[in-house]
């Protein structure tokens, strides 16, 4: 059974929510408060879904603890604060996915079961790595190194690397991307697809993506 860590202070919308993830399958761990949710940043359930606004740490520290301690482990963010800077700093923190309140709890369902299944096929790859000049990509480990530098991707920005890999030279829209390494339910803005373009972009600054003005994106030109 996946298991699923929830930090919400808001107590109904906690009762709901786990309710509602029970009911799917998953084994669900509630947090009321950013401090006791900061006790468990070692362990390693299959997700974690966070508010924003908590008592003590707040939703943007306990993230940059989970990173920083599992680099791949996926993080749902929720808010009802400012959307479009919230979604951003989130973004730019590693949160693989972005619920603005109020939200249906089976949106919240939808997205998680996307987010675990993206997941787990990642670990089907098989062992090989590839060599993208100057980067080493591990597949099965799903990880990026630069020398003897290991860069820090999340799980989303490593999907979209390797998708981009794999339609090498291929000009792709946003609206197919969203639609093939986010999934048909998907929720959101298109907005995403850039903001994770640029985070690659800062990230791993020799792995050349070309804007096509007006339209999308394509890798692979001078390669």
Request: net charge negative.
């Amino acid at each position: 059974m996946k298991e699923i860590y929830l930090v919400e202070d808001e107590k109904t919308l906690s009762i709901l929510l786990e309710k509602y993830l029970s009911h799917e399958g998953y084994a669900v761990t509630s947090f009321s408060d950013g401090n006791t949710a900061m006790l468990h940043i070692k362990d390693e359930p299959n997700l974690w879904i966070l508010d924003i606004t908590l008592p003590g740490y707040d939703g943007y520290e306990i993230l940059k603890a989970i990173k920083s301690a599992h680099p791949n482990l996926p993080v749902m963010f929720m808010s009802a604060r400012n959307e479009e800077l919230d979604r951003v700093i989130g973004l730019e923190l590693g949160s693989d996915d972005y619920l603005s309140k109020p939200f249906l709890p089976r949106e919240l369902v939808i997205r998680a079961n996307k987010l675990l299944e993206r997941n787990t096929l990642s670990k089907t790859y098989t062992d090989n790595t590839l060599i993208i000049e100057p980067y080493s990509i591990d597949l099965s480990s799903r990880t990026v190194t630069l020398g003897h530098t290991t860069i820090a991707l999340t799980g989303k920005e490593f999907d979209l690397m390797y998708y981009l890999i794999q339609n090498k030279n291929h000009v792709l829209s946003r609206e197919q991307i969203l639609q093939d390494a986010w999934g048909n339910d998907y929720f959101g803005s298109d907005r995403v697809v850039d903001d994770t373009i640029r985070r690659l972009r800062k990230k791993m600054p020799f792995f050349c993506i070309d804007t096509i003005y007006g339209y999308g994106y394509r890798w692979g030109a001078g390669q």
